[in-house]
């Protein structure tokens, strides 16, 4: 008994020896919402049955909601950041001054009573008790009858009254591009809570994080409306545009929708009388939406040509960084520019085709780096939007280009961006909580473009097809719950067998760069030179006088491991051999040659992210 008990144990931590961090839980939210709309005034009577269930390994006395719309007035967090940050985003901000000495006003700040967004709690009820609620700005604080514990299921009931405000940033009415309402970030939605408390982030335009849950949402509004929304559309039939043969039932001139969803943590939708719908169907067998306004035959053309290429997307991304898991996505028009939600997104739709492909490929990637991985966006900002702009550059280069294989590195204009922030002076540690940039300059290049920096260079250390490993690995593990950085890096480590405390760290937690020169080439030996305060390990491919070539791969000794060879083309024929390690505390390196060298090369596929080029290349 005793031996078959050893066994069983060993089996469990074969099976799970790539399980979650141990002790892991999350919370889960239930939403079920009546929503009356009042189209002609922007406004709306909200009323919410929720359930939160505490998977907490600690009582909850409180708990906390944001109320998003609040932002959208004058003498808002989000208002004074506008008003005081050096570059202030143009959707948001008026320039009152010159291109040379602008001067910026918030948008928000000229916003009448009549234009303001708002969020007002009627009534609130837990477990059917009147519970004590206080609002701060974008935060609903609820002091509870009786604190909520462990695995215990509290159910809430809220009513609310809310205003739709000019469209200024995600949410609003009557967008530049003509839609009545775009309905992003628009209910009282329950504050994260994990490991390291409640996420009460103020909302100054920033991204977001919640708990997981299902969501039944119900919308009445006018009859002639059409409606694209987040989750699967349950009364087809009794609704404008999804059918044909629809018979639009209708109570005082307003049709109901009731649209579902199960397992997200975010649910938008956008409402226009003019909307047309149209879909199509992946291989994978995903129902894909386009809801849009039909301005023009070529809008029309765009749109179902970026349909087509959208399925195909969903049949891409599946099978390179795992299966999409929801029966349905919609790609709404709306909105200020492009916005992922729950099985949504929201975008800006009088684009050409290229721009309209582009935006829908990196919103729909949101869908597994935020939506299938519930990541902190607030924390974590580059984990989401830089391995998201990875994805969307592999397919597009993949579908819309048809580069075929990617021999060399497919996101080196995201690198080029990355250099030009590392020599601005204005690069902050990408570990800086998203809100907290001091431009939004720095911000969108950390996020967007050292994310996928750290992204595509993790592959030129532990090796491409280790890298795609991870990336389904990680999906078999963390789906549907909140991984971190650090949970990623475990995958990584686990599936290459090599460490990297050493990468995340630097790369993350700092702002140093990597910079290594060829300083010596004679006829028998290389002389390498580490110049920066980041050692990487190196590829030195070597082409010698008489036309046969070397790769030499030197690891890094922190790595405690080798990346295994690589099956580029380049490398097809040419001899690999590896080195002695080199470590961070030596600041040069000799490479032994047996013959003459004609060209020496440091990574020539162009991954690692060496800040000056110019002195990777020898020749004579």
Known sequence: MKQLTSLVFLLLFHLFGFAQRAGYWQQAVDYKMDIDVDEKNYQ???????????????????????????????????????????????????????????????????????????????????????????????????????????????????????????????????????????????????????????HLDEYVAREFIAPFGNFDVTIHINKDYVIGASGKLHNPQQVKGYTAQAKVLSKKGKATWNFKAQNIHDFVWAADPKFVVDSAKSKGGVTLYTVFLPTSQDVRDNWKTALGLATEFFDYTSAHFGAYPWPTYSIVQGGDGGMEYGTATLITG???????????????????????????????????????????????????????????????????????????????????????????????????????????????????????????????????????????????????????????????????????????????????????????????????????????????????????AENFTMYHDVKRTTLEDWFWTKPTYTISLAKKAAKVTIDPTQRLADIESSNNTYTP
């Open 44 to 198: 709306y009577q909200g009323n919410m049955q929720l359930k939160y269930t505490n998977h907490a390994n600690q009582a909850l006395p409180k708990v906390y909601f944001h109320l998003y719309f609040n932002a959208f007035q004058p003498g808002s967090m989000m208002d004074f950041r506008l008003a005081n940050i050096a570059d202030p985003d143009p959707r948001m901000a008026t320039n009152l001054g010159t291109k040379e000495n602008p001067k910026y006003q918030s948008r928000i700040a000229a916003l009448t009573p009549e234009q303001i967004g708002y969020q007002k709690i009627t009534s609130l009820k837990v477990n059917g008790q009147p519970a004590d609620f206080k609002v701060d700005g974008t935060i609903l604080e609820v002091t509870l009858p009786k604190a909520i514990q462990t695995d215990e299921t509290a159910n809430f009931e809220l009513q609310w009254t809310a205003q739709v405000p000019e469209q200024i940033r995600r949410s609003g009415r009557n967008s530049k591009e003509g839609v009545a309402l775009s309905m992003a970030q628009w209910y009282p939605k329950m504050a994260h809570f994990d490991d390291f408390g409640w």
């Open 350 to 564: 009088g684009r050409n085709i290229k721009s309209l492909v582009g935006v829908i490929f990196h919103e729909a990637a949101h869908s597994w780096y935020q939506h299938l991985f519930g990541i902190n966006e607030t924390v974590d900002e580059w984990f989401d939007e830089g391995f998201t702009s990875y994805i969307e550059e592999l397919a597009f280069q993949s579908l819309f280009e048809k580069k075929g294989a990617l021999e060399t590195n497919p996101v080196i204009n995201a690198y080029r961006a990355y250099y030009k922030l590392a020599l601005s002076g204005k690069e902050e540690p990408m570990s800086l909580l998203a809100d907290y940039y001091n431009t939004n300059y720095a911000y969108s290049n950390e996020a967007y473009n050292k994310g996928q920096v750290l992204a595509e260079q993790l592959g030129y250390i532990i090796g491409k097809e280790n890298l795609d490993k991870t990336f389904l690995k990680f999906y078999e593990i963390w789906k549907f719950k909140h991984p971190t950085p650090n949970d990623f890096k475990r995958v990584a480590e686990e599936v290459s067998g090599i460490n990297l405390k050493w990468y995340f760290n630097l790369f993350i937690n700092t702002t140093r760069t990597i910079d290594y020169a060829i300083t010596t080439v004679n006829a028998n030996e290389i002389v390498l030179t580490n110049k920066s305060n980041f050692a990487m390990p190196i590829d030195v491919l070597v082409e010698y006088e008489d036309g046969t070539k070397e790769l030499f791969y030197i690891p890094l000794r922190e790595m405690r491991g080798e990346k295994p």
